[in-house]
């Protein structure tokens, strides 16, 4: 998977199928978009190309008070290349990108930088200054541009509408399991482990379980020959700092002590 930073970075993508969004979690109702881009990339001799945004769109237009996000950025990437992805774009969203209209930023970025052949959006996708290009106005820009639209129904788990935010609540308040269902795959958070078994450099933006033990697995990010795949254990979330969260002060991974991953990436998969 090529990972661009910014469009101005791109390198040329063979007749791209794209597709735009924070993806924050990349749930099964990402997932499913994800899926029939590859699909659709695949028909059309093409590549599949996910645009994102960073920092998340709430951060910078001053409604993320309290917002924690589902993955990293790091571990975004690593789903988004699990879902077999080509290409990502990470633009960097900031407050001027963000009062480009949709008929500008499809024009100037999606048309005449990437020369897209398909746009592929889930059901209720807005996009644009003050979120304007909504499904409707997508369909008259494709007409316009001449770019082929793909719209996506709504992914339903257990009848409920699968969303970032439900599946920050569930997360929110210890339903790991529900979450995890949400997802397609165990919740986890990545840090460095400490010789005394604490997981250090957390991201502080990073939605954490509420305090207490759960058990996890705990894989090391960039594995070495001999590594077991995973080793079990216990992490200890504990109570947050009143005022702001320090990288590393916010979780403690107990019983690995002697574990062989000292000082090196790790991520934990709650169960
Ligand atoms: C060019 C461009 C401009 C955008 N401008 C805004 C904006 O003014 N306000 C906004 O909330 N989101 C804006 N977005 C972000 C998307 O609409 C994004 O999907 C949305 O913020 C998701 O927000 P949510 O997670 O709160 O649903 C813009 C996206 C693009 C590509
Ligand atoms: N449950 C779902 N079913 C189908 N598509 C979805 C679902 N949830 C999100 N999407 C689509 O995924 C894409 C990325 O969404 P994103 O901007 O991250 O917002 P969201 O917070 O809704 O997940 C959008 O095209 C959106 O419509």
């Not at 774009?89 to 970025?109: C, K, M, N, Q």
């Not at 529900?178 to 997981?199: D, F, K, M, N, V």
């Not at 996890?216 to 702001?244: H, N, Y």
Request: charged share 25%; proline share 8%; hydrophobic share 35%.
């Amino acid at each position: 998977m090529r990972v661009f930073n910014g469009f101005e970075h791109t390198a040329y993508i063979p007749r791209p199928v794209v597709t735009i969004g924070s993806y924050d979690g990349v749930h099964r109702g990402h997932r499913e978009i994800l899926s029939h881009l590859e699909a659709l990339a695949r028909a059309r001799k093409g590549e599949s190309v996910v645009v994102t945004f960073h920092p998340h769109p709430r951060l910078v237009l001053g409604r993320g008070e309290g917002l924690r996000l589902l993955t990293t950025l790091p571990e975004k990437l690593e789903l988004l290349e699990q879902a077999g992805i080509d290409n990502v774009i990470v633009a960097p969203f900031t407050e001027s990108f963000s009062r480009l209209g949709a008929e500008e930023f499809i024009r100037d970025y999606l048309v005449e930088t990437l020369h897209l052949d398909t746009l592929a959006v889930g059901y209720n996708h807005h996009l644009g200054h003050n979120q304007q290009g909504d499904p409707g106005s997508l369909e008259r820009l494709a007409h316009k541009f001449g770019f082929r639209l793909e719209k996506m129904p709504q992914q339903r788990v257990d009848d409920r509408k699968v969303s970032s935010t439900v599946i920050r609540e569930l997360v929110s308040a210890g339903r790991l399991e529900e979450a995890a269902r949400y997802l397609g795959s165990p919740y986890r958070i990545s840090g460095t482990l400490s010789p005394q078994g604490a997981l250090e450099g957390v991201e502080p933006l990073k939605l954490l379980p509420p305090p207490g033990e759960y058990q996890v697995s705990l894989r090391r990010v960039l594995p070495e020959p001999g590594d077991f795949a995973s080793i079990p254990a216990i992490i200890e979330i504990r109570e947050k700092p009143p005022v702001t969260i320090q990288p590393g002060q916010d979780c403690l991974c107990k019983a690995l002590s002697g574990a062989p991953w000292q000082h090196a990436e790790v991520r934990a998969e709650f169960q």
